[in-house]
């Protein structure tokens, strides 16, 4: 199915297992802040995407935005979310701590560039 509007999401902070996502619907001129995303674990074997929420009072949530899952808005938004949090998690793994490093001076020489 073709995609009806234009979606990007981008990570702002991992939170526990889930991951903080901002939501822009560029061609609607709309941003959703706040979207949590968790990935599949061994009590939910799929991704969960939820819309932001705050507390309601004992022990429950509103939702702030909702959208029609049913609708394919939905769906993009929920596969842009999840390729979002996909490739921060294969960053994360790229990540390299360097602990190895002299206590002398450093000369620009010795850096390589490529």
């Given at each position: 199915?073709p ?10 902070k ?7 996502v ?5 061609d ?13 674990n061994e009590?939910h074997g ?6 932001p ?11 702030i935005v909702?959208?029609n ?7 993009h938004?929920?596969?842009t979310c ?9 960053n ?6 360097v602990d ?15």
């Open positions: 199915m995609k009806l509007h234009t979606v990007e999401a981008s990570v702002h991992r939170y526990g297992e889930g991951y903080r901002k939501v822009s619907i560029l609607l001129g709309l941003y959703i802040n706040g979207m949590m995303i968790y990935p599949p009590d799929e991704w969960t995407v939820l819309t929420a705050r507390p309601a009072g004992r022990g429950r949530w509103a939702r909702e959208l899952k049913k609708l394919p808005l939905w769906e938004i929920y596969d999840v390729d979002a949090v996909k490739l921060e998690i294969a994360e793994s790229k990540d390299v701590v190895d490093i002299p206590d002398g001076p450093i000369s620009f020489d010795d850096i390589p560039f490529n």
